[in-house]
């Protein structure tokens, strides 16, 4: 092999349908897909405006919907929606740089969150609407459970409580200890926080107790997963 031709991907969001994998590359912005069974890669989607190494990160977060691929905008103009039968991407226009950095799925509705603004679009008819956006809200992760989506806030010590069927939305508090949450999860009716205070904070909803978990110092988490 000439390792002078070897390029290596950054690879992020990867998407498994079938014996194929997808994934974005972050490094050559492009929409990737790996055979499981040959381990072919191929490059099958790239932005349309013709960003083939662009320095910026066009598009960021994937999710599968059936036989289609939705990949949202973050410098890019355009969603990417990759149809894995028809072999081929369509792009929906959604106004410049919006920096989307998170999704969910709500009913028939695939929901766009990023720092600058909230969109929705309908899966069935690709009709997008704008959601209003509460400005403390910082929604690099959120939570959902049912129709309500939890957020990091802004402020110390805050969640935002978003619900997504009037968008109505309910500040918590929990502690006062000054930490800036970044990290929120969802389990049995309890929310999961940890901040740039390196504390683990468990919030009970029904009662609004909240129970601290100590971790090393300066650890500072910025993901986790329930299982």
Not at 94 to 105: A, L
Not at 206 to 211: A, M
Request: charged content about 25%.
């Amino acid at each position: 092999m000439n390792m002078a031709n070897v390029v290596y991907l950054n690879i992020a969001n990867i998407i498994s349908l079938n014996d194929i994998s997808y994934f974005w590359a972050k490094n050559c912005n492009g929409l990737f897909s790996i055979d499981k069974n040959t381990g072919f890669c191929n490059l099958v989607a790239q932005d349309p405006d013709g960003n083939k190494w662009s320095d910026k990160l066009l598009y960021s977060q994937c999710v599968a919907i059936e036989d289609n691929i939705f990949i949202a905008p973050y410098y890019a103009n355009h969603i990417m929606i990759y149809n894995v039968s028809e072999k081929k991407a369509e792009y929906l226009p959604v106004g410049e740089q919006p920096r989307f950095t998170s999704m969910c799925i709500y009913n028939d509705w695939l929901y766009f969150f990023g720092s600058k603004e909230f969109k929705r679009i309908n899966i069935k008819s690709r009709k997008m609407e704008v959601v209003p956006k509460n400005e403390d809200m910082e929604v690099n992760h959120f939570a959902r459970c049912k129709e309500n989506i939890y957020v990091p806030s802004r402020n110390e010590d805050e969640i935002i409580c978003m619900n997504l069927e009037d968008y109505s939305c309910k500040k918590l508090r929990f502690g006062n200890r000054g930490i800036h949450y970044n990290t929120v999860l969802y389990w049995n009716e309890q929310l999961i926080l940890s901040g740039d205070a390196g504390d683990i904070v468990i919030a009970d909803l029904r009662t609004e107790c909240i129970k601290m978990v100590r971790v090393p110092e300066n650890m500072g988490a910025r993901k986790a997963s329930v299982d």
